[in-house]
């Protein structure tokens, strides 16, 4: 594979990813009966979320602030979402899988963009986490429900994961690219297996009223 | 209209659009039973949230961090609120008008920044609708509920189709004080036209459970 | 006291402010019947939430990107409340000290990085009370329910308070640390002295429907 593809291949994955995000927040806003232009807006959020709020804690220009390809993108999955309604939801393995794969993705992006601005290892981690998952939650502030993330945790935890993969396999020098799908990879598969097998980790128990 | 007198005329709309976004935003916290300082904090936060969102994502100075007058409305607000109680509520047609003239206002203010710091025209539209309609969105998620804004669609609309005349208007080369009065306008004339005939854009159907 | 001895006594009540920060989200969180990482992220957020608002809107480097003592403090905070759950609660009045003693801390710390920033004193006094409590209204967000701070105004009164006090021993050109040590202890005061009292502020009045 020359760069060039491997580039078109990630920005595939980039556009998937934002779509399957842009979906999953289109989606929570039919169920509350918004109106096309709140899902819209739903849906952006749910796609950009993460990395806007990385870019502005690690003080870099805001990813999407030259590109109007994610506001398009989630154009065309609200158009999708009005012309095929229940037929797009019946997709839901085909949405789940871009979504995981978009999760992957994000999280490697946001450890890299981490790492040009100088952070620590375990803040880059952290920051990895926030792209791939803070845009899930916001849908979920704005919809007025306590965080997903809150509850189906191995998310975020998958996301950890593959940070932990990636700063691994950086101490044995292998190549970014080798490093960024072998960490993608362990994001994408530990979501997986957790959502098949219902693996979660335990609830805490109520430590009393005040 | 001297320059002079057109800078007072703009403080002047700027301070009534400051004054009936804080009103708007110590109402509702009024029907919470909040107490004063919770009142103070959610009609501040619902005045400059948009301005201070914006100013974050664009990386530049807050625009309130340098003068007090916004801190300083926002108690003038609250003592009419505290005094007038009711009959400042029945003025809810004059706030209404005020609350409008703001939302064209901060809507050309938020465009005009984003144009300083030179981004390309569809995200300095994106930063007008910003400033005019994320105070009321931090506003009610505060006091947890769904933003208005998902179903109330036209108020983030009418700033777009601002945003879109502004630039229109910018390619014909016009002065720039005849875009922002004619964006404005137009931000208010769609916003009480849609008010008053009930204007609204589709639900989007309920895409089912997962 | 030397000086090594008051950078370790700050840092000892840095750490068991942020401790009981901490505990406060997770006791939230084991309401909600979450799991261990949403009860480590909402612990988390409530204790580096309000520095972190407050640096990114001061513009500055993120206080705990370069130092893991807070993630590392939470994750403690986690494990205690997970192996001694209610008889972790029963402390509650002495996690109560902790943190009033904390946020007395936590403010005097936003008001010193805002003065160094050039903000004027009014800013500085907004940012001391945005870094003692906007952690915890974020916190009451991501838990669904209206935040606290609204309810329970000494809270952040008492912040501001402080920094009054702050700005009045400024005028009189006293030393730094004794700045610093009175507007800590005024913070602890005046909430100790409203919670024992009940002291609080009226409720505004409902303003109608709209």
Not at 45 to 53: M, Y
Not at 131 to 145: A, C, H, K, P, Q
Not at 186 to 203: C, G, M, Q
Request: net charge neutral.
């Amino acid at each position: 594979m020359t760069i060039f593809n491997a580039f078109d291949f990630i920005s595939l994955i980039d556009l998937l990813g934002t779509f399957a995000f842009a979906v999953s927040g289109i989606k929570l806003a039919s169920r509350q009966r918004m109106d096309w232009f709140g899902a819209y807006i739903i849906g952006l959020v749910t796609a950009i979320g993460g990395g806007t709020v990385r870019d502005v804690l690690l003080d870099t220009d805001l990813f999407w602030i030259e590109d109007p390809t994610y506001l398009t993108t989630t154009a065309v999955a609200l158009v999708t979402a009005i012309i095929f309604n229940k037929r797009l939801f019946r997709l839901g393995r085909t949405l789940f899988i871009f979504d995981t794969i978009g999760l992957g993705l994000f999280t490697v992006v946001g450890i890299e963009k981490s790492l040009e601005v100088g952070l620590p290892f375990w803040a880059c981690i952290g920051m990895g986490a926030v792209t791939g998952s803070v845009g899930g939650v916001i849908r979920d502030i704005l919809i007025n429900e306590v965080p997903l993330l809150f509850r189906q945790d191995i998310y975020a935890l998958a996301c950890i994961a593959g940070g932990l993969v990636y700063f691994g396999l950086f101490q044995l020098n292998c190549s970014p690219m080798v490093i960024g799908l072998i960490s993608a990879f362990t994001v994408i598969f530990i979501r997986l297996v957790a959502v098949k097998y219902h693996i979660h980790l335990p609830t805490l128990k109520t430590m009393g009223e005040e």
